[in-house]
C-alpha cells in the first residue's frame, strides 16, 4: 500500500496540468516528499496540550466523518511539495513585496494542493479504505487561542512532523530536507501503512539558531519586524502578509491569497536542511 500511495502522490504532482503557472509551463512545485504517521501516535494527544484542546486527533476526525461507520484511524499520510527553484530565486529577489510567481503558487499552488487531496481520498476509497482529508472534512476552522494566538484545529505542520519530515523554526516554518518553501497536506485512513519514523532529536533540531545560536538571517528578510530571537509575532505576520501586501500586489497580481514567504527565501533553510540533519535520499546543505 505504501509504495501504491507514493507512486500516485507523486505522479499527480509530476504530470498534473493543474501544476502549472497559468501562463507558462513551469510547475509549482517539484517532486514531493511523502512520509507517513501512526493515528496514534502520542503526539497527536500532546498537540491537545502544546497547541489547545481544539486541535484533533486524526481518530476525531474519522470518527465526526464517517459516524457510526468510522473505522479505526490507522495512519495520517502526510506530503511536502516543494516550490521551485525559479520561484524560490523570484522571491530571494525581493525586499518588501513578494515576488508574483511566489503570490500564484500560494493561491494557485495551493488550488492545486486541494485537488491533490481530493485525489489522494478518492484513490484509498477506490481500493475500499476510509479516507478523509482533513482540511476539507468540515471540521477545519481557524481558531484564535488566548495562548498561542492563532491557530487551528487541525495543522498540516504538525502532522508533517509526527510524520517525521522535518521541524518546526524560528520562523514559524517547517524545515524539511527540500527547505522551508513549501506547502504541505494530509489525508487520515483506516490503511495501515508502516510509520516512517523521526530522526530529529528535537522539534527545532533543522533550525541552525536553535541548534547552536547562530544565523537568524530570516529575522533581517522580515519587512515587518515579525521575527525576532523571541520568536514569530504572528499578529504582525498576518498583518502585514493579509493586509499591506494584499492591498499592495494583490490586485496587479490578480490573486487575493498572496503569501509573502520572504522569511522563506534567499535564507540557510530555502532548499534544504541546513543543520545536516537531512536524512534519505535527500541530502542536507552540508552534503
Ligand atoms: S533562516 Fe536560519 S534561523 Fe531562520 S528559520 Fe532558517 S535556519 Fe532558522
Ligand atoms: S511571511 Fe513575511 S511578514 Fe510573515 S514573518 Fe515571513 S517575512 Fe515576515
Same mark, same amino acid.
Given at each position: 500500500m505504501e509504495s501504491v500511495i507514493r507512486d500516485q502522490i507523486v505522479s499527480f504532482v509530476l504530470e498534473?496540468?493543474?501544476?502549472?503557472?497559468p501562463d507558462c509551463?513551469?510547475?509549482?512545485?517539484e517532486e514531493p516528499l511523502i512520509g507517513f504517521a501512526a493515528a496514534d501516535d502520542p503526539l497527536f494527544s500532546e498537540y491537545k496540550k502544546v497547541i489547545g484542546p481544539f486541535h484533533l486527533t486524526p481518530r476525531e476526525i474519522m470518527k465526526n466523518s464517517y459516524g457510526e461507520r468510522a473505522g479505526e484511524a490507522a495512519t495520517v499520510i502526510c506530503w511536502i511539495l516543494p516550490i521551485t527553484q525559479s520561484t524560490r530565486e523570484s522571491n530571494g529577489r525581493e525586499e518588501v513585496m513578494p515576488s508574483r510567481p511566489w503570490a500564484l503558487t500560494r493561491a494557485h499552488g495551493e488550488h492545486f494542493n486541494t485537488l491533490l487531496r481530493m485525489r489522494v481520498v478518492e484513490m484509498l476509497r477506490f481500493a475500499g479504505a476510509q479516507a478523509v482529508a482533513p482540511l476539507l472534512s468540515g471540521m477545519w476552522q481557524p481558531v484564535m487561542d488566548p495562548r498561542v494566538g492563532m491557530a487551528s484545529t487541525w495543522s498540516e505542520r504538525h502532522a508533517a512532523y509526527a510524520a517525521g519530515l522535518g521541524t518546526f523554526s524560528l520562523s514559524d516554518g517547517f524545515i524539511t530536507d527540500k527547505g522551508i518553501a513549501h506547502r504541505c497536506g494530509s489525508v487520515i485512513t483506516n490503511a495501515v501503512v508502516t510509520p516512517t519514523g523521526r530522526s530529529c532529536s528535537? $522539534?527545532?533540531?533543522?533550525?541552525l539558531f536553535f541548534r547552536d545560536?547562530?544565523?537568524?538571517?530570516c529575522i533581517g528578510r522580515c519587512p515587518a519586524g515579525a521575527i525576532s530571537r523571541q520568536g514569530h509575532d504572528k499578529e504582525k505576520c498576518k498583518d502585514y502578509a493579509y493586509g499591506e501586501v494584499r492591498s499592495t500586489v494583490g490586485e496587479l497580481y490578480g490573486v487575493?491569497?498572496?503569501?509573502?514567504?520572504l522569511c522563506q527565501t534567499?535564507?540557510?533553510?530555502e532548499s534544504c536542511s $541546513?543543520?545536516?540533519?537531512g536524512t534519505g535520499e535527500n541530502k542536507p546543505c552540508s552534503s
Open positions: 498534473s496540468p493543474d501544476n502549472r503557472f509551463e513551469q510547475p509549482y512545485f528535537d $522539534p527545532w533540531s533543522n533550525c545560536g547562530s544565523c537568524g538571517v487575493m491569497e498572496t503569501g509573502c514567504g534567499k535564507v540557510p533553510c $541546513p543543520a545536516g540533519t
